[in-house]
């Protein structure tokens, strides 16, 4: 079947840690995002990226880093620079006509 | 810059009809809709091309205003399933892959 997957759908993080989340789809997408969504709010860009080895910054880009070494994975990392990263992390990808297609999302708590 | 949805939440009785509205300060090339229930990653709902017609989607449907840069999503004879968070996220000229989202319309039907 095909779909995007994001992985773990839980994660607990302590204060200072680094953790990365996991993003695949194998819809052969060429574009791919991630955001950040907190309670009661709407989506805010972290990065996306439309070609393999290529990725911009989006609108809240400041602690996290990404990757995209193979089309069909963006893993997205949260450093410790990110002073409040506790949310839920949605990723998509595109197949170029612009409708982004959401994987289950990943919800990241710090203790 | 982030389109304006409106109104912020919406309580109807099974059965009754509701309008959502996104409306944006620069030119679009398209609006998408998106509902997303609790917990849950967004799910793609349809998209409006400028220049393009009104599209549908079983008992739900919506409109492109090219001149008032604005986009009405209506639902007609809402059923309990229609409850959730509808997001419209916007489509520049210049959009570059990106798409703006609104902060997003509760959506309560109660029985």
């Known amino acids: 079947d095909g779909g995007i997957t994001q992985s773990p759908k839980y994660l607990f993080r302590k204060e200072g840690q680094n953790v990365t989340l996991s993003c695949e789809q194998n819809?052969?997408?060429?574009?791919m995002y991630w955001y950040r969504q907190d309670p009661g709010q709407g989506l805010r860009l972290i990065y996306y990226?439309?070609?393999?080895?290529?990725?911009q910054k989006g609108d809240i880009a400041e602690g996290y880093s990404v990757s995209r070494e193979k089309k069909e994975s963006f893993p997205l990392t949260v450093t410790s620079a990110q002073k409040n990263p506790t949310a839920f992390y949605l990723c998509?990808?595109?197949?170029?006509?612009?409708?982004?297609?959401f994987g289950p999302g990943t919800r990241l708590t710090v203790l | 810059q982030q389109p304006v949805q409106s109104p912020q939440a919406v309580i109807l009785r099974e059965g009754e009809d509701a309008v959502i509205n996104c409306s944006s300060s620069?030119?679009?090339?398209?609006v998408h809709w998106y509902r997303q229930k609790h917990g849950e990653a967004p799910v793609f709902l349809m998209i409006?091309?400028?220049g393009g017609e009104q599209k549908g989607h079983e008992k739900i449907s919506a409109s492109f205003n090219e001149k008032k840069q604005q986009s009405s999503l209506y639902l007609t004879a809402s059923q309990l399933s229609y409850s959730g968070t509808y997001f419209c996220?916007?489509?520049?000229?210049?959009?570059?892959?990106?798409?703006?989202w609104g902060a997003g319309t509760k959506l309560i039907i109660k029985p």
């Open positions: 620069k030119a679009l090339y398209s």
């Open positions: 819809l052969n997408h060429d574009a």
């Open positions: 998509a990808s595109s197949p170029g006509q612009h409708t982004q297609y």
């Open positions: 409006l091309l400028k």
């Open positions: 996220g916007t489509e520049g000229m210049d959009s570059n892959y990106q798409l703006i």
């Open positions: 990226s439309q070609i393999v080895n290529d990725f």
